[in-house]
């Protein structure tokens, strides 16, 4: 199994930048595929970005061209850099893993995770 844990929330103006950070534990972190959800008080959580192995990226359409993810493999680190904010940005994220055979494997469904972090508080003001 893995741990991952998740930093860099706060709070920020709309049309300010965060970056987010997801830390994992063991040392087979590159074997795993890795994905950012959001989720507000009495919704579903829902998918925001997935990088593969290879790095491959797929973004939901609500965060296209404003967030990027990232990975830095030596570090076991995944990353979340949001620019542009809107006040409907306004979620807990959670980081999540996946084991992955495969380079390019970007799942964004929450049933092809199967490592969650704790979440980290995002909150957007106009």
């Known amino acids: 199994q893995v741990q991952l844990v998740e930093s860099g929330g706060g709070l920020v103006q709309a049309g300010g930048s965060l970056r987010l950070s997801c830390a994992a534990s063991g040392r087979t972190f590159s074997n795993y595929a890795m994905g950012w959800f959001r989720q507000t008080p009495g919704k579903e959580r829902k998918f925001v970005a997935t990088?593969?192995?290879?790095?491959?990226?797929y973004y939901a359409d609500a965060v296209k061209g404003r967030f990027t993810i990232s990975r830095d493999n030596a570090k076991n680190t995944v990353y979340l850099q949001m620019n542009s904010l809107k006040p409907e940005d306004t979620a807990v994220y959670f980081c999540?893993?996946?084991?992955?055979?495969?380079?390019?494997?970007?799942?964004?469904?929450?049933?092809?995770?199967?490592?969650w972090g704790q979440g980290t508080q995002v909150t957007v003001s106009s």
């Open positions: 990088i593969s192995r290879s790095a491959t990226t």
């Open positions: 999540a893993a996946t084991y992955s055979e495969g380079y390019l494997y970007t799942p964004s469904q929450l049933s092809e995770y199967d490592y």
